[in-house]
């Protein structure tokens, strides 16, 4: 594939890709007005009440209200009763610690910068996304404020201002968010991936009848293939939905991904499809249109009926895109039906999620969280020290961005730090200076002022419901005008200060950009082949596990395992958007790497899902207990799954030496065991979950050989 890869031509020039590229993300989608709506009245109206009120800092309200989560009412409920009690914590930690080391000065930098060690720890080590950030967002305003020579009355109230304009954020969120409640259709994710899917269905009915290809479906098939599931994969990370559903929903939308993909390219391949062909593109049609019901099932809490997995097409095919799609269907419904212990057709179960923590099980163990801190702290700091170095107390907004920017670091690439410039400049620049010029001087009420307000918010909303390629720039954009105009309760008339905060922000950007991407980064097909890589050999480790006889011990070491490994998929995902921001003179090979590692990763993650199954049955889980003859043929077949699995990741990593496996043959070996129970005990039904087991098993075995040979 290398080869392959180096002998493209050349990239040709990225202004028409890019063009087409916002023209895709930016065009509607079902339901994205009507988000984008109750993003900017939420926003308006927190803007509105803290203007009327005369509460400063409504900026953190207002980007509240952009960034809490709007799932479900409930998920929405939750979310701001979390985001209100992190935002205490932080403004009582900002309280307490603040007036023991404000008399001095050398205790007070070292708390400044022990203050940006946490913040940064927790965003990176925390498993709720809202409470991290609330934390952090108050921190980030919570810290310069005690650096003002005015009285500690003042800094405490200025402390308790923050949060009550975090409270006011929260709380209007909430209640609009609950009037529309009976307005939004169904699931965040299981929707829109029904929708992609249901576009594929169409196209491939108008290939299985002979159909010339409708323009309006093309052209729709192929803005999904352009923007992707980043949205989604977002939404997922950062809800409130149960971990076991997270788990496999992500496999669907990355397999779903898949899929589209594959059918973004049929419009322009000019196939030509045999009556064979035919009847099997009908057939898979079909399944795809029962995997679509079965995930509009989700949302209402019906147990689906899936479809049974389509058989693979032989190898005379005039299609080879066939095979493909079938096998990735295949995917799609064994990842929804799911390892039920008795071979039931189910919903994801709350059963297999792990009990609920607020730190990631590898938070202490993981240095990817302490590499993070240091790099943010390091960042945070240099602008503190900067800032106040040079006497320019105007630009501490430069603390508050590298937070807040933090928020969509982990797992970027350098490339979206030129959408987060670039949003800063159109948001402070030509929005909040533009509007004080040209607009704010005619203005003499509140109203006036929302009109403008409502534009802005309504410009940055659009991005950020866009994915994560744009969403940078929508919330960019927001902060910056929002810093200027919301940080007092007046209208800002001061070129000065709208200067200030601006070149804060811009500074804190690229003080970020030149820590996390210049010092420690790497291309973004790099760092994708490497996290990749390092995922293989994660879910190698997990076919091997259980390894002791300390169940507690091996319990807490399966989901930290599984924590790791999910992290691991997002990351590779992120990678992999970062890789279209990228124009290198290898531009063509880099996406060459993309597309095959994007071809591989669902495989992975089925192999994950099958073997986070087994480990139950290795593990001797009560209702998993295997007789000692299939234990031991079961650890025989593991062990040489995971051998194949680490040579799969030597060989990305460049090493030559091949490792053998035998993997059918011990599969073959475990089948005979189960035969020979079966044979011994004529009289007895073979157990529902032996069976489970067995088909696991094969699925492992025929997914991990098929990853071994394409790569």
């Not at 409270?167 to 009976?182: D, K, N, Q, Y």
Request: proline share 4%; net charge neutral; aromatic share 10%.
């Amino acid at each position: 594939m290398a080869t392959a890869a180096q002998s493209l031509a050349k990239p040709t020039s990225p202004f028409p890709w890019i063009k087409q590229f916002l023209k895709e993300e930016l065009k509607p989608y079902p339901g994205r007005a009507e988000l984008v709506g109750r993003m900017v009245l939420a926003a308006t109206i927190v803007m509105v009440v803290c203007l009327t009120f005369q509460i400063s800092y409504a900026f953190q309200g207002a980007i509240f209200a952009l960034l809490l989560s709007r799932e479900n009412p409930r998920a929405t409920l939750n979310s701001a009763g979390i985001l209100f009690l992190f935002s205490g914590v932080g403004a009582g930690y900002v309280l307490f610690s603040a007036r023991l080391v404000i008399s001095y000065p050398t205790a007070h930098l070292l708390w400044v910068i022990f203050t940006f060690f946490v913040a940064f720890y927790l965003l990176s080590a925390m498993t709720n996304y809202g409470a991290s950030s609330a934390f952090a967002i108050v921190i980030s305003v919570g810290v310069p404020l005690w650096d003002r020579y005015v009285s500690a009355e003042t800094n405490v109230e200025d402390t308790l201002r923050v949060l009550l304009s975090a409270a006011i954020g929260l709380a209007t969120t909430v209640a609009v968010e609950l009037a529309f409640a009976s307005q939004k259709p169904g699931d965040n994710v299981a929707v829109p991936v029904a929708e992609r899917l249901a576009t594929v269905e169409k196209l491939l009915r108008e290939y299985a009848e002979g159909r010339a290809t409708d323009e309006a479906t093309s052209a729709e098939i192929t803005r999904l293939g352009m923007v992707g599931s980043s949205r989604l994969r977002r939404l997922l990370r950062r809800s409130n939905y149960s971990p076991a559903y997270i788990e496999r929903m992500g496999a669907v939308v990355a397999l779903t991904g898949g899929i589209v993909d594959v059918a973004a390219n049929l419009p322009t391949s000019g196939v030509q499809l045999s009556e064979e062909d035919r009847k099997r593109v009908q057939n898979l049609a079909a399944n795809i249109a029962a995997i679509r019901t079965a995930l509009l099932a989700l949302q209402s809490g019906k147990i689906p009926r899936l479809v049974e997995s389509p058989p693979e097409g032989g190898g005379g095919s005039t299609a080879p895109f066939l095979a493909e799609m079938e096998r990735t269907v295949s995917l799609i419904a064994e990842v929804l039906r799911g390892a039920h212990p008795y071979g039931v057709d189910t919903t994801i179960s709350a059963s297999d999620d792990p009990p609920q923590r607020l730190f990631a099980r590898d938070a202490l163990a993981n240095v990817a969280h302490l590499k993070f801190a240091l790099k943010g702290c390091l960042t945070a700091s240099a602008c503190y020290v900067i800032y106040n170095a040079i006497d320019w107390p105007g630009i501490s907004t430069c603390v508050t961005t590298c937070l807040l920017t933090a928020l969509s670091t982990i797992g970027s690439s350098r490339q979206k730090q030129v959408l987060r410039i670039t949003g800063a400049i159109v948001g402070g620049f030509v929005f909040a200076m533009g509007a004080q010029i040209f607009i704010l001087p005619h203005v003499d009420s509140v109203g006036g002022f929302t009109i403008i307000f409502v534009m802005v918010t309504a410009t940055a909303a659009w991005f950020m419901t866009g994915s994560s390629r744009v969403s940078y720039f929508g919330l960019q954009l927001a902060l910056a005008y929002y810093l200027v105009h919301l940080q007092e309760f007046a209208f800002q008339s001061s070129l000065s200060i709208t200067r200030d905060r601006v070149v804060g922000v811009l500074f804190g950007l690229i003080m970020m950009w030149f820590i996390f991407d210049q010092l420690w980064g790497a291309p973004a097909i790099e760092e994708m082949k490497k996290s990749f890589t390092s995922g293989v050999r994660l879910v190698a480790q997990l076919t091997r596990e259980p390894v002791s006889t300390d169940l507690k011990i091996e319990m807490d070491r399966y989901y930290s395992l599984r924590e790791t490994i999910n992290t691991n998929f997002d990351s590779v995902r992120a990678f992999a958007d970062g890789v279209l921001l990228e124009f290198r003179d290898t531009r063509h090979q880099d996406l060459a790497w993309r597309s095959r590692i994007i071809q591989w990763q669902p495989q992975l993650r089925a192999i994950f899902l099958a073997e986070a199954a087994l480990w139950k049955y290795r593990a001797q889980l009560r209702g998993f207990e295997l007789p000692e003859a299939m234990r031991t043929a079961e650890r025989e077949s593991s062990s040489e799954a995971a051998t194949m699995l680490e040579g799969i990741a030597d060989r990305m990593e460049g090493k030559t030496e091949a490792k053998e496996t035998e993997l059918e043959k011990s599969f073959e070996r475990l089948s005979g065991t189960i035969e020979a129970f079966r044979l011994e005990q004529p009289s007895q039904e073979l157990a529902p979950h032996i069976e489970t087991f067995l088909s696991l098993t094969r699925s492992v075995v025929s997914l991990t050989t098929h990853l071994n040979a394409e790569i």
